[in-house]
Structures are given as C-alpha cells and as structure tokens.
C-alpha cells in the first residue's frame, strides 16, 4: 500500500470510528500497522529534485556547447572535471548520509552525478575534435552510470538506464555490425539493472514509472535484437530483415513479458500496475485477431519455419518455456490462455506440411482457439477461479467483428451485427458489475 | 557502514575520472610526438546537441587501392599509409591488414570494396568551434566552396592513431580567419 492509500485509510478512521464500525483496538491495529512515515518523500518533491538536476545537467552540456575556445585547454578541462568531482562529493555525503538522507536528495545527487559525467565525456571529445557517432558516446555514458543505480537506489537514473540502453539498440540494428556491437547486448545490459534490487531481493516494490519505462525499454531493446537477427542477405536488394520471422519473435517477447514471474504480492496486484502484462497482452491479442484473417496464414506460417532456423529464437523459446511452468505453477490461467496463440502458427505448419487442412487452417484454428479462450475466461469467474470476464467478452466480440469484416455480408447486415454485439458488450458489462456488487454485499 | 556500496561507488567514481582521463593522456601523446599531415577536404556546418556547432571535415581521399587478392568485409580495420605529394598534401599510398613497418600510417575502417578499391571512414570527422563563429564559418564555406585551394586539414598522425590539429585555408588558421571576419 502506497503512502497515498495510507493517508486515505487514516482520513477515514475517524469517521468509521464515530459510526461505531470499528472496535478501539481494531483502530488502534489499523493506526499502527498503516501508518505514514511523514520523513518519506513526496512526488512533488522527487519531481522538483530531479527537474532541478535535469536543469542543471541541460545546462551544462549546453555550456559546454558553445564551446570556450577563448579559454586554454587546461582551463576548459576544469570546466569538465570540476562539476564531475562536485557531483561526486555530494553523491558522497548522500551516501554517508545513508537512510537518514532523503531520498529527493539521493535522486537528484545520482542525476547530476551521472549528467556530470555525460558532460565531461562530451567536453573530452569536443577538445579533441573526436569523431564517432552519438550512440558510441552514449554506450559510454550509460555504463559510467549504470552503478549510481545500484549504490543510491535512484529510481531516476535507473529510468535514465533504461531509456540510453533502448535508444542504442534501437539504433544499432544496422547491417554487418559485430554482435558485441549489436543490440543482441540488450538482454545483458538489461541485466545490469539486476543489482538495483539489493541482493536480488526486493525491498520495496517498484515505483509504476519505472516499471513502464522497463516494459517499454524491454521491448525496444528485444525486438530490436530480433530484427537484427533476422537479417537476410542476398535477393534483388541486398541484404534486407525477414519481417514475417521477426513478427513472430515479437510475438514471444509478447509472451514473455506477459507469463515474466512475479512473486505473490505481484501477482495479486491491479493489472494497470504491471505494464508488462498490459503491452503483452495488446500485443498478443493484435497478432492473434491478424492470424484469424486468412491473407495473414501464410506469411505467418513462413514466418515461424524461418524463425526456428534462429539460435536467438531458441534461447526465446526456452525463456518462455521456463516462465510458463512457473505461470502454470502459480495457476495464472488468464495469462497461460492468453499467451497459448504463440504455437499457432508453428501446430498450423505442421499440420499443413502433413497435409491436413487447407490454407487457411491457421485462421480456422487460430478463431477456435481465441473463441474457446474468451468463454472460459467467462466462465472462470462464474466458477469462482480467477478470470479475466471482461477479456473474455472483448475477445469474442472482437471476433465477431473481425469475421464480420471479412464477410461478404452487406453493409446493413454488418451494421446491425455491431449495433448487437455493442449491446450485448455493455449489457454483459453491466451484468459483471451488478453481480461483483451482489458477490460483495453478501460476503459483508 | 556496510562496505560494498562504497567500494562499487569508489570504483565508479575512478571508472568516471578514468574514462576522460585516458581519452586526453591518448590524445595528447598523438599532438605531441605525432607527425603533421595535411589532408585536403570539405567543411560544411552542422551541429551536435551535445557537443556544439562543428565542421563536418570530409578529406578528399575517400579510396585506397587493394593489394591483389585482398578482400575486406564492411566495417574491418586496415592501415593505410600517408605520403606528402609535391604541394605538401598526403595521399593514400597503400593499405593493409597489419601496420607497415616505414611511414607514416593510419587505422581507418574499411567501409566497402569495388573493383579492387576499398572506400575507408576516416577517424576523424568534426571540427568543433565556438557558437558564435559557426554562422560565419558557414557563410565563409559558401564563398569558398569553389575555390581551387581547397581546406587543408592538419592532422597529428602517432602510432596509427590521429588527432584533427587544425583547419587552414590559403596558409592562415580557420579560426583566424573567422575572428578577423566578425571584427
């Protein structure tokens, strides 16, 4: 529970006290065991710190930039080291401070710290008149203050991290580069976050922030290296990427992201709170509607064959084999369901090559699949399991569309069909709420 | 005091002074025992968020010949050997994959190879200089684009390393002539 939470729970125990809800020591329980720790930071504060050390940092690359040439060189090289070695004796003191410092403080100390840093590189480099492209210079930058993460704790270089390692995959997917070179490095310098949790336990859970900026890293990063793997030489244009296997290597990434382990207290959180299940799951549900369209099926199919050549898609696949047992093993239903669309393509394949089904067995078993999931992510709910009824009601209607769309029925009979399942969506929304109220009254 | 945060910050904090540090101690023993080269080249002006305005310096000689039966992928280092002409301006005079053992000598970077030539990137690219000369050294660079003299690029060659020393047109540093031209 966030301090937020807290101090609305506090608010209301007055009140709850005067209508005689609770005993004395139930509030005193409550008092104790959700109390606010007023030394603790607040977002306005942690906002400012950190806006103040963007500033700051902005500034001086910008000074930087104009470039002193009336200065001498060892006067200029004070301008880059001086704020380098100021940034560091406060990340000192933050550090000897220990608990007793506030964390707005440790966050803007590691931002400087590590903005310093970036402006020394840039002042050395401009000295020298040094060449190299930008991504170079960033590689640098973002492993000189990847370890600020791991002895300050600060969420706001962790999201600076986060966001350089992205931007340099991204832009690394170029042909003839060097593995070492390549964003096949993302997985390893995704991993150099790891310390971030001391001793690989957490203590307090992630703030959202940095969650969604690592999903939307994780993802750039890892489907950059996809794309780079699937590079195909030769053909009338050269060398060139194979889209319809890169297209279902993102789709296992999907997966992963949606079936990545989380302990009890992770599990049990609000989906808007986990990022990665979210995207995933936008992500697999998109792949899953496009595969139920029979132009789609081959392409696909092709596409799967081709990734199975890939060692990358191997080490993919025992990554999601090893997060699905887990996810089987916590019964994470919804999300298993969900992420079954991934061998599709590849049971489709087989089944083709074996000469069972037409072309278009994909999109055939694929709606099937996706129609069978959707109901019993329904049904799940009304057996008292964890489901997932409304993904469910999305699904189908989702798929009444889509063949709907692809039906050569005229346009008023397709109007009426989404006029009904329209209805029948909010209808059944409406339902799902009533009987959650009903289900809660009668457990009060 | 628990004592792993404060050896990883010590190694950080030497990893960050470390860094620059090497890059100056490299470049300065390039300007020190370096050879003077002078290459010929274009100097139009763009900019770098980072690092300020800079001449984007293109020398002339982008190809060196291949020595029969060598072929080079995209990307794969080679050394290519300088030799002053006539008129004082290096040119490409040979390449290979190890460092020749007389001249002066250059790692570059093999971009592709053709019909027995290979294109190379230079090591050196910018030449940064103050904001406040940048537009003039770009108007400068329009009037002089077609001048048969051309940009000369002085450049401290040491140990197959280089370092950009300074830009002259017509026997006067760039700098000179910018300053001269915004009294």
């Known amino acids: 529970m966030n301090t937020s939470h807290r101090r609305w729970l506090l608010e209301q125990l007055p009140k709850w006290e005067q209508e005689q809800l609770l005993t004395a020591d139930s509030l005193r329980v409550l008092r104790e065991r959700y109390a606010v720790d007023e030394s603790e930071v607040g977002l306005a504060q942690m906002v400012m710190g950190i806006l103040g050390a963007l500033l700051i940092g902005a500034g001086l690359i910008a000074v930087i930039g104009y470039n002193w040439d009336d200065f001498s060189r060892p006067v200029r090289l004070l301008f880059a080291f001086l704020p380098l070695l100021l940034t560091q004796l406060l990340s000192m003191r933050v550090l000897r ?26 002042l050395v480099s401009q000295f020298y008149h040094l060449g190299g492209e930008w991504p170079d210079f960033l590689f640098w930058w973002f492993l000189l203050s990847l370890p600020l993460t791991w002895v300050l704790r600060s969420n706001a270089v962790a999201i600076f991290y986060l966001t350089v390692i992205a931007v340099w995959s991204v832009n690394q997917v170029d042909h003839g580069k060097p593995w070492q070179d390549s964003p096949l490095i993302y997985p ?10 001391p001793g690989l336990r957490s203590r307090t859970p992630l703030p959202i922030s940095v969650r969604w900026v690592m999903t939307l890293s994780s993802i750039l990063g890892l489907c950059s290296a996809a794309i780079f793997v699937c590079e195909r030489q030769g053909g009338m244009y050269g060398f060139g990427y194979d889209d319809d296997a890169f297209i279902w290597l993102w789709t296992l990434i999907a997966a992963a992201l949606v079936l990545f382990p989380l302990n009890h207290a992770g599990i049990h959180e609000s989906t808007g709170r986990k990022p990665q299940v979210v995207l995933g799951t936008l992500w697999l549900l998109g792949y899953g509607m496009a595969a139920t369209f029979h132009n789609f099926n081959n392409s696909f199919t092709r596409g799967v064959s081709q990734a199975l050549k890939l060692p990358w898609c191997w080490g993919l696949l ?10 089987f093993n916590q019964r994470r239903w919804s999300l298993l369901a969900l992420a079954s669309v991934v061998p599709l393509p590849l049971v489709a394949g087989q089944l083709s090559q074996a000469g069972i089904g037409s072309g278009s067995l994909l999109a055939w078993l694929v709606t099937l699949h996706l129609s069978i999931i959707g109901l019993m992510l329904i049904l799940f709910d009304f057996y008292g399991s964890r489901g997932a009824p409304r993904l469910g009601a999305l699904m189908l209607s989702m798929l009444i569309i889509a063949r709907m769309a692809d039906s050569h029925f005229s346009l008023l009979i397709k109007g009426f069909v989404f006029i009904a399942v329209g209805v029948a969506f909010l209808a059944f929304n409406f339902f799902m709420s009533r009987r959650h109220r009903l289900a809660a009254q009668s457990n009060s | 005091m628990k004592l792993l945060p404060w050896i990883i910050f010590s190694v950080t904090v030497l990893a960050q002074w470390a ?10 023993q390039v300007l020190m025992k370096g050879t003077i080269i002078k290459l010929k080249c274009s100097a139009p002006d763009p900019y770098d968020p980072l690092r300020g305005r800079f001449l984007a310096v293109r020398p002339e000689p982008t190809e060196a010949s291949l020595p029969e039966g060598l072929k080079l992928a995209s990307g794969s280092p080679v050394y ?14 040979g390449l290979s994959l190890e460092p020749p053992r007389q001249g002066t000598f250059l790692r570059v970077h093999a971009r592709s190879s053709y019909d027995n030539k290979a294109s190379i990137t230079w ?28 940009i000369i690029a002085e450049v401290r060659v040491f140990q197959g390393r280089a370092v950009l020393a300074d830009l002259v047109f017509n026997d006067k540093r760039f700098r000179d002539i910018l300053k001269a031209r915004i009294k």
């Open chain 1, 97 to 122: 401070g220990g608990q007793a410092i506030a964390a707005w403080l440790r966050e803007t100390a590691a931002l400087l710290q590590a903005l310093a840093t970036g402006a020394c590189i840039a």
């Open chain 1, 188 to 197: 390893l310098l995704l991993l150099g976050l790891l310390p971030y949790w």
């Open chain 1, 318 to 327: 025992a990554v999601l084999a090893a997060f699905a047992f887990l996810a």
């Open chain 2, 19 to 28: 860094a620059p540090l090497f890059q100056i101690w490299t470049h300065e």
């Open chain 2, 80 to 93: 290519i050997t300088l030799t002053p002409g006539a008129d004082g301006i290096s040119t490409i005079t």
């Open chain 2, 123 to 150: 090591p050196f690219d910018r030449f940064y200089i103050n904001e406040k000369l940048a537009p003039e050294a770009d108007r400068w660079f329009a009037e002089t684009i077609n001048s048969s003299k051309g």
